[in-house]
């Protein structure tokens, strides 16, 4: 059996040196083009989050401007909410938070623009937000986010159609009021042609906040101001830019 030569081991072994050396430098180099982008996008982060947060604002504003008309109200509306959740009490763990917010008048409030999410659209969850005036009938509705089918669905935005608006004014007498449905369900409110289940949704929804306002109206205007307790507050589910009146 041939012995293995000193010397020509001693060429491999130079060559596995050189060959290391090449691909330690690319991961070193690797490591501070990994660190650097982490630092530039933090930076861009920390110089840009009061922007977006001052864009997110206005959005927020812009919206609720078109649900309760600015002269009814003389407080910032959307520095005064509070934070609810509309699930079951055994639920309300896993739910998903909403927010309400409170126009008032002279410190007396005359309605209230409260977030829900219709979870049954077509394509999945609907953001909405219903302005509830003090009467209990409903002053405006805006979907703010959705994934329904353009050309169809998607007529619930207000920039579509005019759909959206056929909430105004309507007041409910109970959960069983059978005039809250789309008129293929023998309600008061149109489907549109070729989706039903879009506006079904939308209907229903908007039903229940209503009915969640009706039974907690007194403890929604008694909690703490949560937009004043936190002041870093991001609106949710503000996404659309929805057109005004």
Same mark, same amino acid.
């Given at each position: ?7 020509? %081991? ?10 290391? @050396? ?62 609810? %959740?509309?699930?079951? @009490?055994?639920?309300?763990?896993? %739910? ?10 002279? #410190? ?8 829900? /999410? ?5 394509? #999945? ?14 002053? #405006? ?35 069983? =009021? ?11 409110? =149109?489907?549109? /042609? #070729? ?33 004043? @307790? =936190? ?15």
């Amino acid at each position: 059996m041939t012995e293995p030569n000193p010397q020509e %081991s001693k060429p491999n072994q130079q060559q596995k040196s050189l060959f290391r @050396l090449p691909v330690q430098k690319n991961s070193q180099i690797l490591a501070l083009f990994a660190i650097a982008c982490t630092a530039i996008v933090g930076l861009v982060n920390e110089l840009t989050k009061d922007q977006i947060k001052a864009q997110a604002q206005r959005q927020l504003l812009n919206t609720l401007h078109s649900i309760i008309e600015p002269h009814r109200y003389d407080n910032d509306i959307t520095q005064d909410c509070v934070n609810f %959740s509309s699930a079951p @009490l055994e639920q309300q763990i896993n %739910s998903t938070m909403q927010t309400a917010y409170i126009a008032r008048q002279a #410190g007396k409030a005359v309605a209230i623009a409260m977030t829900n /999410t219709a979870p049954d659209g077509y394509n #999945g969850d609907i953001d909405l937000i219903v302005a509830i005036n003090m009467d209990d009938s409903i002053n #405006g509705v805006r979907v703010l986010k959705h994934k329904e089918t353009p050309g169809l669905g998607d007529k619930v935005e207000l920039r579509k159609s005019n759909w959206i608006t056929n909430f105004n004014g309507k007041e409910i007498e109970s959960d069983k =009021d059978k005039r809250w449905a789309v008129a293929k369900d023998d309600g008061m409110f =149109d489907q549109f /042609t #070729g989706a039903t289940i879009t506006p079904r949704a939308v209907v229903k929804s908007v039903k229940q906040t209503l009915l969640y306002f009706k039974a907690n109206k007194h403890a929604l205007l008694t909690r703490p101001n949560a937009c004043m @307790l =936190d002041n870093e507050q991001v609106p949710q589910n503000i996404e659309v830019n929805n057109d005004k009146q």
